[in-house]
């Protein structure tokens, strides 16, 4: 998910040669508070440009939780387009920021077919462990043809700079709230989008953070610059050898069924693993994400 500053009409522009799977028109942070409306302007007129069909198009408005009148701004003049498909809402405090949102787009997008995808950001300490109150209480409202909550981000240096965390290269002062976050995420069915690597030159610091994000059970990775694009796609779809392993699985796991045994031993290398209905349920994940991303699925039936 790329960040586009909305205050800059070269880079909106240029955002149109992205493969970003989605693209955030930025009305926040990296608008300074005197271009705000200006940006406004810039990030409509990029969403309406935006070729189709290309990547997801998000705008980040500014926090409810911080000056409404801000956002309601913010919300004016975006919610009308056809072609905005998502909401970044950064800095979530309690259900009401999403209230504010629905509000509008009861009024500013009646009749539209799609409804619009709520991508939350959590950025305080306060925000994370209020997130499963504000998630059940935004659905028991019912208003899911108007805008559904279909992501959880995590703000790595907001949440630092609310909570006194000290962030470091290694990124261990983080484990906690980002695993908790990918928690909540899974726990209700949504997706978990980690943190920025705001060390946008270093090619090989991305790919650890990102593999490390993987290993939390992201699904997605937020990118400032367009250089980090193809690694961050590259490390959250599956391996070919990941692939081959999946296969294999599935194949393990296939053969067993027919010989009514619920769990299997599989070679691996020079050691036997065990395969049973949770390492199915991986392998199936994995294939299905290979799919996705149009990878090839090896046949491997006829291996001895
Ligand atoms: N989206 C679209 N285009 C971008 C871009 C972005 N996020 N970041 C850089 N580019 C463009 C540049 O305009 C430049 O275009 P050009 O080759 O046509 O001149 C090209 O990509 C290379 O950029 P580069 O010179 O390496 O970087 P920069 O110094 O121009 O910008 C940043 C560096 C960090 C200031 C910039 O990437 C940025 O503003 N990122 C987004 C910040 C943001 O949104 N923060 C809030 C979310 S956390
Ligand atoms: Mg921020």
Redesign the pocket.
């Known amino acids: 998910m790329?960040?586009?500053?909305g205050s800059?009409e070269?880079?909106?522009k240029?955002?149109q040669e992205?493969d970003s799977d989605c693209i955030i028109f930025?009305l926040?942070?990296?608008v300074a508070a005197h271009r705000k409306g200006a940006a406004r302007e810039a990030v409509l007129h990029g969403l309406n440009a935006a070729p189709r069909p290309g990547p997801e198009l998000a705008v980040?408005i500014n926090p409810p939780s911080g000056d409404h009148s801000i956002a309601s701004d913010d919300l004016d003049i975006i919610l009308p387009s056809r072609q905005l498909q998502a909401i970044v809402m950064p800095k979530v405090e309690s259900s009401d920021d999403v209230k504010m949102v629905l509000d509008k787009a009861e009024h500013l997008r009646q009749d539209y077919d799609a409804p619009l995808s709520l991508i939350l950001s959590v950025e305080s300490a306060a925000s994370l462990l209020n997130m499963p109150h504000i998630i059940e209480e935004v659905r028991s409202w019912g208003k899911g043809h108007l805008a559904f909550i279909s992501a959880l981000l995590f703000a790595s240096?907001d949440y630092c700079a609310a909570t006194s965390i000290i962030r470091t290269k290694s990124r261990r002062e983080l484990l906690f709230p980002r695993a908790h976050m990918a928690t909540i995420a899974k726990a209700y069915g949504l997706a978990a989008i980690d943190m920025?690597c705001v060390d946008?030159k270093d090619a090989s610091y991305l790919a650890e953070e990102c593999r490390d994000g993987r290993e939390l059970g992201f699904d997605g990775k937020?990118?400032?610059?367009?250089?980090q694009v193809a690694e961050i796609q590259r490390a959250f779809s599956p391996s070919e050898a990941d692939v081959l392993r999946a296969a294999r699985i599935k194949h393990a796991y296939e053969q067993s069924v027919k010989d009514h045994k619920g769990a299997v031993g599989m070679k691996e290398g020079d050691s036997m693993v065990m395969i049973d209905a949770p390492m199915l349920k991986q392998a199936s994940d994995t294939l299905a994400k290979a799919r996705i991303g149009k990878m090839k699925i090896p046949d491997v039936s006829t291996e001895a």
Not at 2 to 5: A, C, D, F, S
Not at 222 to 227: E, G, M, R, S, T
């Open positions: 790329l960040y586009v500053p800059s070269k880079m909106i240029k955002s992205s930025d926040e942070d990296s980040r240096e920025v946008y937020q990118a400032i610059h367009p250089a």
